[in-house]
């Protein structure tokens, strides 16, 4: 018998060799992908376009047609016929592109019970008023008009003639009043009063004028209120706001049947014990949940019957929605929402490479561009880019009431320094490692279209790469002294200069990768920076409790900023990241009205009473107060801005080519809900 | 024998209130609470949530009381069969848990079979062909299985079944069997799904096993009896299968009893990577919102699986091996 | 299985010119005895040589390194491995052809043209970044570097380059230093509480023994994921990523110390009834001079086999902890973080180089149970 000592040799030196083998042969697979390949991509950034608001009564239709399932439901007598069910002014569109076809199932992916947004920015849209796809212009939606008293302090509503739930009964005036009366002013059920319901600190009043037209009355001028009406806000609609109370109005006959004045506290006891709730008001928002209740009545087009909290959220047409196209078709075309969970993104992204997803923007990843792109012909999808308006995707926010460390504050707080760093950060770098050089790089003001824009030297205003100026910058104000590796020294002569820098991590860009490469940046203007990577929650606390010098975040929302402001300014300390990072103490000033907190530097307090008084003051007037803001904001360099403008937050689409009406471009914004103002009632599935 | 069972019964009821507060302290040591995190949603959707609002949230869910109140609150639930409301899901824990649980079973029973499947052929082999060149190649390929960290291998084997067999992506159903009603196809859909992450998570065990198996093979083979069974006449397959395999599988049986805990939370990993509806993203989602009662219940969950089967384990072990019992 | 006799340090005397080799099993000491039977298993032996690489990289990484890990660049994003050719003509030149990037509009990859023209030469002990070899001495000697007039950290990519344009290779070297060492403090602070309790426990037997046992089977029963992120959560917050990491790791052997207590509480029990414990007993000595000097050296090999054992399963947690986002994070680089970053689509689809350091991951692992192994049957010198 052989010894085992020979066995083992021969034994081994074949597996070695094996696994040379397996190794060369792996380099050999990755060698393939030097190679440049990948199929031709299209057209990616289209033309901003969408579907209009037809306002022309001549242009009305004079006869409607409903989907075939409804036609069936009607005759066996269980609907009213369709010119009932639309009301008697139905808010007609044009549809972007065609006059669409009946059917289809629209497959989305979501990511859990607590992705209620996606189902609000698809299907939720029970607005008051609307933006319409340019996302400048507001629109009407649930209300067909509305009219501003020439001093500004009345708006009045009007609605639509025998528009009704989705159950059928009528929607009018009443529930307004209800929500206002029996929701709204009930201290238990809604103990945090509506800001943007007040103007200069004084609440407005709503009241009936008759069953389809609602008045809101406020002390002072309030101009902006009708943006307010538009825009994703406290007084959003009831499928948006439900959940919370708010929205400004409700469906009276479902919510009074849990309401004690309706049917007295008793009942409503049993009812909540009988549903396995202990506390009431819970009771309340779970029943007025657009995406968890089947039950609650909606005025959407589609109506959530199975809810969020399941593996599928599906939502269904509903038979009495408001709107039809020109052709008179009652919307919406696509009879269901199917969203199925997928709680981890990569799985999320991957099924949309698939093509298991009809239309998408929600969760994708711009990172996988490239893989998106490489198959679209295998998923049978077109893959748009829809670039935001705002300026910074990534903003650096810097603390200027920061006090833990006085050093570190002095240098916070004086512009050179600010506007140094920001020169020293090479935006097309970034711009290409992490938006595959589709970002604007640029300062952290909005888009160039926008009535708000300063004009276009904004742009780039203190926001080159320019390290021979920044080191010229740090230099004159007194940052002279370096040491053996070239970083500055601190003028108390403890030792370097290091700013302690943020970031947040899972986040749609990745924010420590980001700020590494600016940490490379900063070694050129002899900065250095600490970078830490915490938990979201732990980011909050820590922003609302002043410890942070300098974080890094998006500002979306500030292309609205006057219904998002919480990036443009430190609108609010607590429960909030990033805007609140220029500065929670002069947050809790604003908040307070100068009782608490510190007053701010005295740019930052024109820009917060500039921004105040422009709710009140018209159109013309609030644009050049708006520019004005953007030019401070600029100027002083609070959050320095590198890439934005671009599709990274919800702004790469995945479109099956089964779809018809699909815009080339949206404008993607979070005040507009995008897609809501590309009317996902008009897209139809063309086979 | 039945004072032995009861004693331990006793000691594991006091070691499972014990996980029930250090369960509870785990979820409660993050700075924050679920409003917070809740509020961390809404704030990355441009909603601004003010600080009354977010106390009074607290209120709504009980979150404003001291720790130990509301523990107190909670195992008094629990006790009575309540385990109460995910705030997270908004429904009840039970029903939560429960539409992942049998899922997780099942998973957790198919990765078993498969590493018994492939560990104990493997075992057996390696061992009785000691040092041979076929020993070298299936241990090292049971260890490289050990060794892969399999998040990754989860990642790559996702992507090449969809890219070069077009299968479904993640998840155990395709999307139009996800909530239909049991039937024959959906379970053919199952088990079609269910292969990937079985192998996956099989491939770490298979090592463990291997090893252990043929450590005890190799004693006993050694022993005396064995080369009587030779003497004697009987085939070589007989004499390994009837008896040495028999007492080599030994310790299998006594610790089958921590493969579900096991499981359940080695799986936690690979489930999230390929978005299973398991029991373990469930609860890796349920810590970071810090959705207490979920979590708590999951967690309490494990630690009574866990010590349920160290009772079941020795338990067997006493009963199969009495040399154990003479001791005791 | 059966008990192993012990032999002690007994000084046998030797007759002058019968030093047999077959003699010198008698006389060798225990750890001679093991070191013989170790030798024996090759594949211990060989993984023995690949854990003693490992370290010998973490202690050279700068050395071996050829950029400063750090340094980005967008215009290097996402290069795949160049070849390094070998001769140049007939030769042996080695160089790497210079390679130039863009963005393809269609598909948005990156895409690099090789440029045959320029050839880069590859030297060995070439000069590069600066640093100081084991932190004292300063040089700017690499294994491997480009020649004079070019700049390692924009010519030479042995592994690639990730997302933000940085050498991979550098990079694994310098997490492979953080990912081995690491694991270190939390299996010599789980070995110690490991022999200190099960000692306790298998030594004194009787209620000290019970509620040891019943405090192990707690620690046992809570499941380590939730507890990691507690952790993770509660600890200070300025502490630095690796601070925080070690203080992690150092809870996390606090529960990993239950399995090496039971393996040396068995031990315990087994060698209390030996005659040479007995003997000390008679002979006066103190319980801890009993414990010290006479038991812990006879299952000290055990103790060895069982920590080289734990090193792994430290390093997959590491990795897997990563993952999770609850272990090392960036900026800190480890094998963990680097395989993090490298979890997801577009890197297995387009650049799957990145996922390279699952390779030292699965060495490593490997190297580690082999030599364990190999450990424990050498541990056992008088058995098969």
Same mark, same amino acid.
């Given at each position: 018998m052989r010894g085992p000592w020979q066995i083992r040799k021969t034994g081994e030196s074949r597996w070695w060799l094996a696994v040379a083998l397996c190794f060369l042969a792996a380099c050999g697979w990755m060698g393939g992908y030097a190679v440049a390949a990948g199929p031709a991509g299209s057209d990616l950034l289209g033309k901003l376009e969408g579907p209009e608001v037809v306002t022309?009564?001549?242009?009305?239709?004079?006869s409607f047609k409903e989907a075939p399932q409804l036609v069936e439901l009607v005759k066996a007598g269980k609907l009213p016929p369709v010119q009932e069910r639309v009301s008697q002014d139905p808010l007609v569109i044009k549809p972007v592109h065609e006059t669409g076809k009946y059917g289809g199932t629209w497959r989305r992916g979501f990511s859990g019970p607590a992705d209620f947004w996606n189902g609000y920015r698809c299907c939720g849209h029970d607005k008051i008023l609307f933006w319409d796809y340019t996302g400048n212009k507001v629109a009407p939606n649930v209300a067909k008009g509305w009219e501003i008293s020439d001093d500004g302090r009345t708006i009045t509503v009007f609605l639509r003639k025998g528009m009704k739930w989705s159950d059928g009964h009528p929607f009018t005036a009443d529930d307004f009043v209800f929500w206002y009366e029996?929701?709204?002013?009930n201290n238990e059920l809604v103990p945090v009063k509506i800001?943007?319901?007040?103007?200069n600190g004084k609440p407005g009043k709503m009241e009936k004028v008759d069953d389809s037209t609602i008045r809101f009355k406020f002390e002072?001028?309030?101009?902006?209120f009708v943006d307010v009406l538009a825009g994703?806000?406290?007084?959003?609609?009831n499928a948006l706001r439900g959940r919370e109370l708010t929205?400004?109005?409700?469906p009276k006959h479902y919510l009074q049947q849990f309401h004690p004045k309706y049917v007295g506290k008793e009942a409503v006891d049993k009812l909540v014990k009988a549903a396995g709730q202990d506390n009431w008001v819970n009771f309340m928002k779970l029943k007025n949940d657009w995406s968890l209740n089947p039950e609650l009545p909606t005025i959407t087009a589609w109506k959530t019957?199975?809810?969020?909290?399941?593996?599928t959220w599906v939502l269904e047409r509903n038979?009495?929605?408001?709107m039809v196209d020109t052709a008179g078709n009652?919307?919406?075309?696509?009879d269901k929402v199917i969203m199925t969970v997928t709680e981890n993104l990569e799985v999320l992204n991957l099924r949309a490479i698939a093509g298991e997803y009809d239309f998408q923007a929600r969760?994708?990843?711009?990172?996988k561009l490239p893989v998106f792109l490489e198959n679209q012909v295998k998923g049978n999808y077109k893959v748009y880019l829809d670039p935001a308006?705002?300026?910074?995707d990534a903003c650096m926010f810097l603390n200027?009431?920061?006090?833990?460390d006085p050093e570190i504050a002095k240098w916070l707080q004086n512009r050179d320094f600010r506007i140094a760093l920001s020169l020293g950060i090479d935006r097309d770098q970034l711009n290409e490692a992490f938006w595959l050089g589709v970002g604007t790089p640029g300062?952290?003001?909005?888009?160039?279209?926008?009535?708000?824009?300063?004009?276009?030297?904004y742009r780039t205003m203190h926001s080159t790469h320019d390290p021979a100026k920044a080191n010229q910058l740090l230099d004159s104000i007194g940052l002279t002294k370096k040491d053996a590796e070239g970083y500055r020294l601190r003028t108390d002569g403890k030792g370097r200069l290091r700013i302690e820098l943020i970031t947040v991590g899972?986040?749609?860009?990745q924010f420590t990768q980001i700020a590494e490469m600016i940490r490379e940046h900063w070694r050129k203007i002899g900065i250095q920076a600490d970078i830490s990577e915490i938990e979201r929650s732990l980011a909050i606390t820590r922003s609302g409790a002043n410890e942070l010098q300098a974080q890094l975040w998006q500002n979306d929302g500030t292309e609205h900023f006057?219904?998002?402001p919480g990036h443009l300014?430190?609108?609010?300390?607590?429960?909030?990241l990033g805007g609140v990072n220029m500065g929670p103490l002069w947050a809790r000033w604003f908040r307070s009205n100068g009782t608490q907190g510190k007053e701010p530097s005295p740019p930052m307090k024109k820009l917060m009473e500039m921004w105040k008084k422009a709710f009140g003051v018209p159109q013309d007037e609030r644009i050049k107060l708006g520019k004005e803001i953007w030019r401070i904001a600029v100027e002083e360099q609070w959050a320095i801005g590198t890439?934005?403008?671009?599709?990274?937050a919800q702004g790469v689409r995945i479109v099956s080519n089964?779809?018809?009406?699909?815009?080339?471009r949206q404008y993607n914004s979070p005040d507009g809900m995008t897609p809501a103002t590309s009317r996902p009632e008009t897209f139809f599935f063309k086979k | 024998m039945l004072a032995y069972i009861l004693r331990r019964l006793l000691i594991a009821i006091g070691t499972v209130w014990v996980i029930s507060v250090v369960s509870f302290a785990i979820i409660q @040591?993050?700075?924050?609470d679920y409003v917070t995190s809740y509020i961390a949603q809404l704030m990355s959707t441009g909603t601004m949530v003010t600080q009354e609002e977010a106390e009074n949230l607290r209120a709504q869910y009980g979150l404003d009381q001291p720790i130990y109140v509301q523990y107190a609150k909670w195992m008094w639930q629990v006790l009575q069969g309540n385990f109460g409301v995910s705030m997270?899901?908004?429904?009840?824990v039970t029903e939560v848990i429960g539409d992942r649980l049998l899922l997780t079973a099942l998973l957790a029973f198919t990765a078993v079979i498969f590493t018994w499947i492939l560990a104990i052929p493997i075992g057996i082999y390696s061992a009785v062909r000691q040092y041979s060149v076929g020993d070298y190649v299936v241990t090292c390929m049971g260890f490289i299985g050990l060794a892969v960290p399999n998040f990754l291998l989860a990642l790559v084997i996702m992507y090449l079944a969809f890219a070069y067999f077009g299968a479904s992506v993640?998840? @155990?159903?395709?999307p139009e069997y996800i909530?239909?009603?049991?039937?024959w196809s959906r379970v053919q859909d199952l088990l079609k799904h269910l292969w990937i992450p079985a192998i996956i998570l099989s491939t770490a065990g298979t090592a463990q096993l291997i090893r252990i198996l043929r450590a005890n093979l190799l004693d006993e083979l050694r022993k005396p009896y064995v080369v009587t069974a030779r003497a004697k006449g009987l085939s070589e397959l007989r004499a390994i299968l009837k008896y040495p395999v028999r007492v080599a599988l030994n310790p299998f049986i006594s610790t089958v009893g921590y493969t579900l805990p096991f499981l359940v939370s080695g799986s936690i990993i690979v489930s999230i990577v390929l978005s299973l509806p398991t029991v373990g993203p469930l609860l890796l989602k349920a810590l970071l919102a810090q959705d207490m009662f979920l979590a708590g219940t999951i967690v309490l969950l494990l630690g009574v699986m866990t010590v349920i089967g160290t009772l079941i384990s020795d338990i067997l072990l006493v009963w199969i091996d009495p040399r154990i019992r003479l001791e005791e | 299985m059966a008990e192993e006799a012990v032999l002690h340090d007994v000084e046998t005397p030797v007759v002058p010119g019968t030093t047999d080799a077959g003699e010198r099993i008698y006389v060798a000491s225990q750890w001679q005895l093991m070191w013989w039977r170790f030798r024996k298993h090759h594949l211990a032996m060989a993984a023995g040589i690949v854990v003693v690489c490992f370290y010998l990289v973490a202690i050279f990484a700068d050395f071996l390194?050829?950029?400063?890990?750090e340094l980005s660049d967008a215009k290097r994003s996402l290069m795949p491995p160049q070849r390094i050719h070998w001769f140049d003509g007939w030769r042996l030149r080695p160089h790497v052809y210079a390679v130039k990037g863009a963005r393809?509009?269609?598909?948005?990859k990156r895409v690099y043209q090789v440029d045959p023209t320029q050839k880069i030469p590859v030297s060995v002990f070439a000069r590069g970044f600066t640093y100081k070899l084991f932190g004292l001495i300063p040089t700017d000697r690499h294994l491997l570097g480009v020649g004079p007039g070019y700049e390692a950290a924009q010519t030479l990519f042995i592994l690639g380059t990730d997302v933000q344009g940085r050498d991979l290779w550098s990079r694994l070297l310098f997490a492979t230093r953080i990912s081995v060492s690491i694991g270190l403090v939390g299996v010599a602070l789980s070995l110690f509480l490991g022999v200190l309790l099960g000692g306790v426990s298998g030594f004194y037997g009787g209620w000290i023994d019970t509620l040891i046992q019943r405090i192990i089977e707690i620690f046992r029963s809570i499941p380590t994921i939730p507890l990691w992120m507690g952790l993770a959560a509660a600890?200070?917050?300025?502490?630095?990523i690796l601070q925080v990491y070690f203080a992690i790791t150092i809870i996390i052997s606090l529960l990993g110390w239950t399995e090496l207590a039971r393996v040396v509480r068995g031990r315990f029990l087994a060698l209390r009834e030996e005659d040479f414990v007995v003997a000390a007993r008679l002979a006066g000595c103190s319980q801890m001079r009993i414990i010290?000097?006479?038991?812990?050296p006879s299952f000290m090999s055990h103790i060895i086999a069982a920590t080289t054992l734990a090193l792994p399963a430290m390093i997959i947690s590491e990795t897997s902890l990563s993952f999770l986002g609850l272990g090392l994070r960036p900026p800190a680089v480890s094998w963990g973080v680097l395989l993090q970053q490298a979890q997801n689509v577009q890197t297995v689809a387009?650049?799957?180089?990145?996922?390279?350091p699952a390779i030292p991951v699965i060495i490593a692992v490997l190297a580690f149970n082999f030599l364990g192994d190999g450990l424990r049957d050498a541990a056992d010198p008088y058995g098969h």
């Open positions: 022309d009564l001549a242009q009305f239709p004079k029996d929701i709204y002013q800001p943007v319901l007040s103007i002072d001028p309030y101009f902006a994703a806000t406290d007084l959003g609609g929205g400004g109005f409700a019957t199975t809810p969020i909290n399941t593996p038979p009495y929605f408001y009652q919307l919406p075309y696509i969760h994708i990843d711009i990172g308006d705002s300026g910074c200027q009431t920061y006090d833990a300062s952290q003001v909005l888009a160039e279209s926008s009535p708000y824009s300063p004009g276009p030297e899972g986040q749609f860009l006057f219904t998002f300014f430190p609108f609010q300390a607590e429960n909030a890439v934005g403008l671009s599709p990274a089964n779809m018809g009406n699909i815009p080339a | @040591l993050p700075p924050g997270e899901w908004k429904r009840p993640g998840g @155990l159903f395709s909530d239909a009603p049991w039937s | 390194a050829t950029t400063d890990p393809d509009p269609k598909t948005f600890l200070p917050r300025d502490w630095s010290f000097v006479h038991m812990v387009i650049s799957p180089w990145l996922m390279l």
